[in-house]
């Protein structure tokens, strides 16, 4: 079994482990999020997303992202923190930080088969729709109904103090 920090890559690294995943035959999806505060939605998400192909690789949002993102008061966990929490899944293989408000930069990259989304996207919403159309990866719809989330168990949390 591998230790969570060793699956965490610069994108170069990551760019090198996919070729060598690819020459040997296997399939990539890509799931990317925030992860702030992990819940059962974000396990359900990635292991959903680890079954549409034979190695998932997670983006994970940057601080200055996040912010950007969700606003001044978040990310509450640091990017990298973040990435070793989501490592430490089984069923997640490596793991990247990105800068950006989507993963276009990170799908050209990586190239990946399947582009796995969140419940609270359609196939037609998800962000980098084009990009995954224009390079010939396909789409999919991962996890639960979206029940949980981050910014909720942040207000309950606040709410209680």
């Known amino acids: 079994m591998k230790r969570s920090a060793e699956k965490i890559l610069d994108v170069d690294a990551l760019r090198d482990r996919i070729v060598a ?3 040997a035959g296997r399939t990539i999806a890509l799931a990317n999020g925030l992860f702030d505060i992990l819940h059962v939605g974000h396990l359900r998400y990635l292991e959903s997303a680890g079954s ?3 190695m998932l690789v ?3 949002n940057s601080d200055r992202s996040a912010r950007e993102l969700k606003g001044p ?9 973040r990435a070793e929490l989501v490592a430490g899944f ?3 293989d490596l793991v990247t930080v990105f800068d950006g408000a989507t993963v276009e930069n990170l799908l050209r990259i990586c190239r990946p088969d399947v582009h796995c989304k969140g419940t609270d996207y359609t196939t037609e919403t998800v962000p980098e729709a084009g990009v995954a159309r224009e390079l010939g990866i396909r789409v999919a719809i991962c ?5 949980h989330s981050s910014r909720d168990i942040i207000s309950r949390v606040k709410n209680e103090s």
């Open 58 to 60: 997670v983006g994970i």
């Open 73 to 81: 008061t978040r990310p509450i966990v640091p990017e990298i923190e």
């Open 52 to 54: 549409e192909a034979d």
């Open 143 to 147: 996890g639960d109904d979206k029940r």
């Open 90 to 92: 089984d069923c997640v």
């Open 21 to 23: 995943a690819r020459d």
